[in-house]
């Protein structure tokens, strides 16, 4: 499979946006009303940015960059032109269908990024404001696994789910992610037009991202900012590297079965596993 976490990533990154258009509708996207243009950067003009890439990690991004109808010749040029690797930002609602997991791996695809609001339907759902976005994009996480595609998750933190968060970590090794980062969401796009914001309070929520870290490093996950020294999610900062990374060892892979020795974990969704298990 490949690996974001398990060897060092110390390749620096060139995004390349394709568009802004999503078929997501987030109620704190960063973009804000940039997603409502369905214009996408034509495929001449991305391919103009693909130049210098000898060692470098390719990450497109959008909007929603899977909804490019050029997707996949773009990772091929990416490769051919000297990518050390090629991920996506993407809620990979569109890998549903087994058959694009397998041809965006085909044409070079290494790793995703997605992000999750949630742990079980009705959460997720709400901040997506997409009915049905939880299930599909836990069923395209699944077929890019299939086809060894890596996968990060980035969590997304608001008011709404920050009591849950020590839930997400068993939610990533369900779905066999090898990096999570926890990311409060910031005051900017459709989150900073909200009357009220979208904010966690940080007093609150600081003993709540310590929770979430102690469960995921018993489960073996690495957490974005203290387990990859060199490991980037598209457009935020290096990870910093604990006194113990559970990088040293192979990242676990058991899924809704590993037991964690922590009181950390003793926080759980009772319907996050039902919710799963009835995704086909």
Known sequence: MSSLSSRPDPAPLTTVQLGFGCNNRCLVCSQGELRESEALVPARQVESALVGLQGRTVVFVGGEPTLHPQLCELIELAK???????RLQTNARCFRDPARARLAKQAGLDGVEVALFGTATAMHDYHTASPG?????????????????????????????????????????????????????????????????????????????????????????????????????????RFVPPAQSSLARPVRLAVLSGAVSSEAASSRSPSFAADLAAIA
């Open 133 to 237: 976005s939880f299930r599909e994009t836990v069923r395209g996480l699944r077929a890019l696994l299939a086809e060894r595609v890596a996968i990060a998750v980035n969590v997304v933190v608001t008011r709404s789910n920050y009591r849950h968060l020590a839930e997400f970590p068993r939610l990533a090794q369900a779905l066999r992610a090898e990096v999570v980062r926890f990311s409060p969401v910031r005051a900017i796009g459709r989150a900073g037009s909200a009357p009220h914001g979208y904010s966690a309070p940080s007093a609150l929520l600081a003993p709540r991202l310590r929770q979430a870290t102690q469960v995921a490093q018993a489960l073996g996950i690495a957490v974005s900012p203290v387990d990859h020294p060199d490991f980037r999610f598209a457009g935020v900062g």
């Open 80 to 86: 051919r032109r000297g990518a050390r690797a090629v």
